[in-house]
């Protein structure tokens, strides 16, 4: 069996099991079948991919007797398609396992089991699909499938509101994706990628095309300002649904750019990375600063993701731009920690969402003003929340922090560059990334310390117990992962440099080779890293630490209270809060990043009423851009929406001063 026929098969068992679900949400242990079977499927099909990655594919096609008349549906699987098909599988597989242990907390079945298997369905398909047909169609099942897995809980809060927000930028960006394809079209009328490779655009059009793809794909990844339906939508849905769709699905975005921008758009201009590099270190930074301020912990992990994907285009910028001036060397080291960046989040935040998720089905809350002291009776998913907070703050040894490292270490050979604006512009993207960075320590710092540490905020925390076996397998399956990939690095780096070829003509050194499993980016005089040694200096030290502690000091275990700070009360309220971790931050860049309103009733003195304080913080880029689009369209539907009163009379000459307009135009085309 051919490897697209294999995906193929696998995308067909994902689609009929999508009906079946329909059917088994009515059944005690529908939901177990479900998900037992979606996460056999997605394991088969992530061997299969690893397999296609390792093995070296060389691009496995078919067309099949389907889509467009006379055309057919053309499906293909290239090294490029075959690394996401890892990402997308891998996490596919994780979130099915998880689902196993969760499924008993879902109040509505019905609108999940169908559309999750189905959602894993779409996204694969986009990735074998080889015509602009087959992708948009894909696309199109991606996005409609995840929506309806948003508003699975329609009901709950503004989770109505999100799903219609999401339903319209999705619109927008598929709509930006078809004129983008539009353009690439060869003279004849093909919409095969082949024809287009073999085509090669205008550089007019190209840029053009470009500028289309990153607007389309980056709407859907979450780019700033394309990013104000994510933080809505991705908590909303299903929390093992949140983490495909935070840790996977905007991956798909990202192969959608990559496919056109590095595949099918022909030879890249220089300035082609100088938007993606300025939008990437906005949505960095704006995306972390978003997250700072979130005291709920779904919104703030989704926040997040707006943040990573910010790296992975700093990446992708930096790979276009010393792809344009033939710095292949470069060029891959770039393109490599943009890719494995995109790897690694895949599995950090996956984890995180499943500890999210673990928490709420424990608490059933996600406000973490509510929360606290939760690694007394939850210590697992505190343990496996901890690895994914280290992770996304690119802490060693953990493997945030080789892609940051190789992202770095790309910015630094940008004075080699020729142009002039791109040397001024890449220290300072690599001066927001550091900062980006350092808050995203402070953020997980945060999201930790109020959820897990501290005393209970209330009862429904005090009472909350360990989540099943099966969501601990999923977390405890990626946590390994996250120290696997930030141990032995090397061999992911290695894997990837099929995909790194395919995209910019040359891949980075083999690691394989080096001694005591270290890397080097471009030479072992410039710079390396050994995430091996890290890991165990951390481990011996840590070790070693603790032996003398217990050696030298007491022996026995002791417990006494808690230094009290001068407040003796014992009530959770004196805790430091999720508002005082954002407070500093807050202003500092408050009057830049956000719409922000402080009122402060402060008594005088004398008086007993108690001090008031009340702040209303608001997304920027939303006040300023879509909330008056929002009202534009809202009074042009209210002056349109006369038309469906009017008299017969009235209606017969809208239709016939419509047809004279019609044939006046067609009079006088040229």
């Known amino acids: 069996m051919s490897a697209v026929v294999y995906f193929l098969s696998g995308d067909a068992a994902l689609l009929a099991l999508a009906a079946v679900g329909a059917l088994a949400a009515r059944r005690p242990y529908g939901s177990n079948l479900i998900y037992a079977i979606a996460f056999a499927i997605s394991t088969a099909m992530l061997i299969g991919a690893g397999v296609q990655l390792l093995g070296g594919t060389k691009g496995d096609a078919i067309v099949l007797p389907l889509g467009l008349p006379w055309i057919g549906a053309h499906f293909r699987v290239d090294a490029l398609s075959a690394f996401f098909l890892v990402v997308i599988d891998l996490g596919g597989a994780a979130a099915s396992l998880y689902g196993l242990g969760d499924a008993r907390h879902e109040h509505s079945p019905g609108r999940v089991?169908?559309?999750?298997?189905?959602f894993l369905a779409g996204m694969n398909l986009v990735l074998v699909a080889d015509d602009a047909y087959a992708f948009l169609l894909s696309w199109e099942f991606m996005s409609i499938a995840s929506w309806a897995l948003v508003m699975a809980h329609h009901r709950d809060g503004d989770n109505a509101r999100a799903g219609y927000v999401y339903l319209v930028m999705a619109g927008f960006g598929t709509f930006m994706l078809l004129l983008a394809f539009a353009l690439l079209a060869t003279p004849a009328g093909s919409y095969a990628f082949d024809a287009m490779r073999a085509a090669g655009p205008t550089p007019a059009v190209a840029g053009l095309a470009f500028m289309l793809?990153?607007?389309?794909?980056?709407?859907?990844?979450?780019?700033?300002?394309?990013h104000v339906w994510l933080p809505l939508a991705h908590p909303a849905a299903p929390s093992h649904v949140s983490a495909l769709m935070s840790g996977v699905m905007t991956k798909v975005a990202v192969y959608g750019f990559v496919r056109i921008v590095f595949d099918l758009a022909g030879p890249q201009g220089w300035w082609w990375s100088v938007p993606v590099l300025i939008v990437g270190a906005g949505t960095a930074l704006l995306g972390v600063l978003y997250a700072l301020m979130q005291h709920d912990l779904k919104r703030l992990l989704a926040y997040h993701t707006v943040e990573n994907i910010g790296i992975i285009f700093i990446g992708l910028g930096l790979a276009l731009a010393f792809r344009a001036f033939g710095m292949t060397s470069a060029a891959a080291l770039a393109m490599t920690a943009a890719l494995l960046h995109t790897f690694n989040h895949s599995l950090f935040k996956s984890l995180l969402f499943f500890g999210a998720g673990a928490v709420l089905s424990a608490t059933g809350e996600r406000d973490m003003e509510h929360l606290g002291g939760l690694i007394h009776n939850m210590p697992r998913t505190a343990f496996a929340f901890l690895v994914g907070c280290a992770a996304i703050s690119a802490l060693p040894p953990f493997n945030g922090f080789v892609s940051e490292w190789l992202t770095f270490q790309a910015i630094l050979l940008s004075p080699e560059l020729s142009s002039w604006v791109l040397k001024i512009l890449a220290p300072a993207v690599g001066a927001l990334l550091a900062l980006s960075a350092a808050l995203a320590a402070a953020c997980f710092a945060k999201a930790f310390g109020?959820?897990?540490?501290?005393?209970?905020?209330?009862?429904?925390?005090?009472?909350?117990?360990?989540?099943?076996?099966?969501?601990l397998g999923a977390m405890f399956a990626l946590a390994a992962l996250c120290l696997l990939a930030g141990v032995f690095p090397g061999l992911f780096i290695d894997a990837l440099s099929p995909v790194v070829s395919a995209a910019v003509g040359g891949r980075m050194p083999a690691q394989a080779g080096i001694a005591w499993l270290s890397i080097a980016p471009i030479a072992e005089s410039r710079s390396s890293y050994n995430g091996l040694l890290v890991f165990l200096f951390i481990?011996?030290?840590?070790?070693?630490?603790?032996?003398v502690i217990h050696r030298f000091a007491s022996a026995a275990l002791r417990r006494a209270p808690a230094w009290d700070c001068g407040f003796p009360d014992a009530s959770p309220a004196t805790q430091y809060t999720a508002e005082s971790f954002a407070q500093p931050i807050r202003r500092v860049f408050g009057g830049v990043a956000f719409v922000m309103h402080e009122r402060i009733d402060m008594p005088e003195p004398g008086d007993t009423r108690p001090a008031h304080f009340e702040l209303t913080l608001s997304d920027r880029i939303w006040e300023l851009l879509y909330a008056p689009l929002a009202k534009g369209v809202e009074r042009v539907a209210a002056v349109l929406n006369r038309l469906q009163f009017l008299t017969i009379r009235q209606y017969l000459s809208v239709v016939f001063g419509a047809l004279v307009t019609l044939l006046v135009v067609l009079a006088s085309w040229p």
């Open 113 to 118: 089991l169908p559309f999750f298997p189905a």
């Open 213 to 226: 793809a990153l607007v389309g794909a980056g709407s859907k990844a979450g780019i700033v300002p394309l």
């Open 450 to 471: 109020i959820t897990f540490l501290g005393r209970p905020r209330t009862d429904a925390a005090k009472q909350a117990r360990e989540t099943n076996r099966f969501a």
């Open 539 to 547: 481990a011996i030290s840590a070790s070693l630490a603790a032996s």
